[in-house]
């Protein structure tokens, strides 16, 4: 999912690997060797769900000479990107093996921050396909599929129930329509509508370009040209500032990250959320047990369009020790593995067989759903200036949130920016 600080124990252990790792680097320039065994770190965001480190114990435990360092990056998507980027330009060979969000590997293919992988080590064939697509960049494979992610709407069933709706909506005026049925119930008084993610941050991008697609729109089109000063995106913006407004998404919401928003839902503040598969195990162990169940997004006009999300492994190219680093990522996004991630954390899998394991279905009843959300998923825009277009997103789509612009206005300006972008 999405994370992580370096503590100083962990930045001590990373820093001892650099005076002892032995091995070879990336060979020549765009042939990168995968030879060297030896010590190795993991990077990624911080592990809220507490699943990582045992998996790394039993990765150390079979291999005390190429043992693995967690070290664990903020848990705000912006701020992984920004540290891995910065050790990638000092050519430093503190990281190896990069957990990547799926969106960031055109850009950091493009930029030999990581090393293209050879496919035959990887069992590609039995992933989800536009999960695969994910690790691609211009015909070569540069990461591994360690996990999935779609985008869920979480909802209260017994408040639905007792409110005389029937089912899920589809659509944002279904869902806004049966909010006001179920704030009519007593319980329900002081309850909000709707949660995503609006603080300025990764997160504000995926549900604006969540918004677009499931309005009809789209951020960029199939050649990466901006599309977003659109009547189908402005329809989209204007649902997610109007909510804003007229208090179907609460004012405290524009600070909301995905914790904050798992919190507000667990501690029955809201009535709908839209957030990752993670949260449902975490809901499961909360006051809510047994009282949500899980649905695909609704849009404009029927169900909408989830961003892509999940996390894809590279090899940092100023790295040593590649041989191990290929191993270990085989380890990691093995069947077996990503299902043990599975029935730990509810992380999404790539494989496709475990969304139709029907002993797993039985468990996690949002599995066929999920299915859904991640073959109808979007990505975000694939372009290799990905940091400057994720960010004049989140700058006009959080001014139009808060009021500041119209959508019009805002869309305009976005349009303008992001043509900027993709032109550097």
């Known amino acids: 999912m999405t994370t992580r600080t370096i503590t100083r ?26 030879e060297g065994r030896g010590p190795i770190t993991y990077v990624a965001g911080k592990d809220t769900t507490g699943t990582v480190q045992p998996m790394l114990d039993r990765w150390n435990r079979a291999h005390p000479r190429e043992k693995v360092t967690f070290i664990q990056l903020p848990t705000d998507p912006d701020a992984q990107r920004q540290q891995m980027i910065q050790n990638a330009e000092t050519k430093s060979d503190a990281y190896t093996v990069l957990s990547l969000d799926a969106v960031w590997t055109s850009e950091f293919a493009a930029h030999r921050w990581i090393d293209r992988l050879p496919e035959r080590r990887f069992p590609l064939g039995r992933m ?13 494979l540069y990461a591994v599929p360690g996990s999935s992610d779609g985008g869920l709407l979480y909802y ?24 006001a049925e179920v704030r009519k119930l007593p319980e329900a008084r002081n309850m909000s509508c709707y949660a995503g993610q609006f603080q300025k941050y990764e997160g504000l991008t995926v549900n604006f370009a969540e918004a ?9 089109d199939p050649g990466g040209r901006p599309d977003v000063d659109t009547p189908e995106a402005r329809k989209a913006l204007d649902f997610l500032a109007g909510s804003f407004k007229d208090g179907t998404i609460p004012k405290k919401a ?27 195990s975490l809901a499961q162990q909360s006051g809510v047990k047994g009282k949500f169940a899980t649905a695909p997004l609704p849009g404009l006009d029927g169900p909408g369009s989830s961003s892509l999300g999940g ?13 191990t680093a290929l191993d270990f990522i085989r380890f990691m996004s093995s069947e077996e593995n990503t299902r043990t991630f599975l029935e730990d954390a509810s992380v999404a899998p790539p494989y496709a067989s475990l969304y139709d394991d029907k002993a797993l279905i039985a468990r996690y009843p949002y599995l066929p759903v999920l299915k859904e959300s991640i073959l109808r998923a979007v990505p975000r825009p694939r372009v290799v200036r ?22 019009a206005r805002a869309l305009k300006d976005l349009q303008r920016a992001l043509r900027k972008a993709v032109a550097l």
Not at 212 to 217: C, H, K, Q, R, T
Not at 254 to 280: H, K, M
């Open 311 to 323: 996390h894809n492994m590279a090899v940092s190219s100023s790295a040593q020790n590649k041989a």
């Open 156 to 179: 209260r069933t017994d408040l639905l129930k007792k409110a005389g709706v029937v089912r899920p909506p589809t659509t944002w005026a279904q869902m806004t329509a049966a909010c």
């Open 386 to 407: 990905y940091g400057d277009v994720t960010s004049a997103v989140q700058q006009e789509t959080y001014a139009a949130l808060t009021g500041e612009k119209s959508s």
């Open 212 to 220: 677009v697609n499931s309005a009809g729109g789209t951020v960029t």
């Open 254 to 280: 524009i600070t909301f990250l995905e914790e904050d928003g798992r919190q507000a839902f667990q501690s029955g503040q809201l009535v709908f959320l839209r957030n990752w598969p993670y949260a449902y």
């Open 128 to 140: 989800l396909k536009p999960v695969v697509e994910t690790s691609r960049y211009r015909g070569g």
């Open 9 to 34: 124990a962990t930045a001590l252990a990373a820093t001892g690997l650099l005076l002892t790792a032995c091995g070879s680097g990336s060979g020549q320039p765009g042939k990168p060797s995968f």
